[in-house]
């Protein structure tokens, strides 16, 4: 299994730019969410999806846009890129599935997209 | 709305001594709680999970506990090693079901010298 994987690891833009983050899982996960991590801020929430078809917002979605036709395919797009953008973009996914003991709905994360908007 | 605080943001011991990392957050009304490890420029790896009616999870060296009527959790090395030198982050899940959804603290760097 690859588990989570995010395209591309780096990308530098400009200013006004558009571009996306892509996020692939293969568990059959349910749950899929984005967030950005900032030096000190820890990490935040973004946008997140309980399922195809169906995306809310988190805690800072201001500026991105995402959708879900897919149960594998989660991308977070950035329609006009700011400096304040910049930062590091993690992918997760997870079950829906409650279950206790098998720790099913223990999340897992992509490697990180790292994104610099000048 | 829930915060979570992780204190302190930087520590720094030698090698074998025990430490503790806390947490805490501000709503009890919580689902789980999770501890995660991050290596620099890494992703996140998951460590522990502690759901909501459990107060405590262990596994090998590690000991995660929570109080939900203080608001607290701590994670607990044993015999530090330098391999355990990464930031540690807690997170919780709000509510009574499973969101997905984290509000995370933001991080315990730990520096484990040889």
């Known amino acids: 299994n690859a588990g989570v994987t995010q395209t591309p690891k780096f990308q530098v833009l400009k200013t006004g730019q558009s571009m996306t983050l892509q996020c692939a899982q293969d568990?059959?996960?349910?749950?899929m969410s984005w967030y950005r991590q900032d030096p000190g801020m820890g990490l935040r929430l973004i946008h997140y999806?309980?399922?195809?078809?169906?995306?809310d917002q988190g805690e800072v979605p201001n500026g991105y846009n995402v959708s879900r036709s897919t149960t594998e395919d989660f991308p977070l797009r950035l329609l006009s890129a700011a400096p304040s953008q910049t930062s590091v973009y993690f992918c997760?996914?997870?079950?829906?599935?409650?279950?206790?003991?098998?720790?099913?709905?223990?999340?897992?994360f992509g490697a990180g997209s790292r994104l610099t908007v000048l | 709305k829930q915060e979570v605080t992780q204190i302190p943001a930087a520590l720094s011991v030698p090698e074998g001594e025990n430490l503790v990392l806390n947490c805490s957050f501000t709503?009890?009304?919580?689902?789980?709680l999770q501890w995660f490890r991050q290596d620099p420029g890494k992703g996140l790896t998951s460590l522990l999970l502690?759901?909501?009616?459990?107060r405590e999870q262990t596994s090998g060296r590690l000991n995660a506990s929570l109080d939900k009527s203080s608001g607290r959790s701590t994670l607990y090395i044993a015999a530090s090693q330098p391999g355990d030198s990464a930031t540690y982050l807690c997170?919780?899940?709000?509510?009574?079901?499973?969101?997905?959804?984290?509000?995370f603290g933001q991080g315990t760097t730990l520096q484990v010298k040889p």
């Open positions: 997760a996914s997870s079950t829906r599935d409650a279950a206790i003991r098998s720790g099913a709905n223990v999340l897992t």
């Open positions: 568990m059959n996960h349910e749950y």
């Open positions: 999806s309980v399922g195809a078809g169906i995306t």
């Open positions: 709503d009890s009304a919580i689902y789980n």
């Open positions: 502690i759901q909501s009616s459990q």
């Open positions: 997170a919780v899940m709000s509510g009574s079901s499973n969101t997905g959804k984290l509000i």
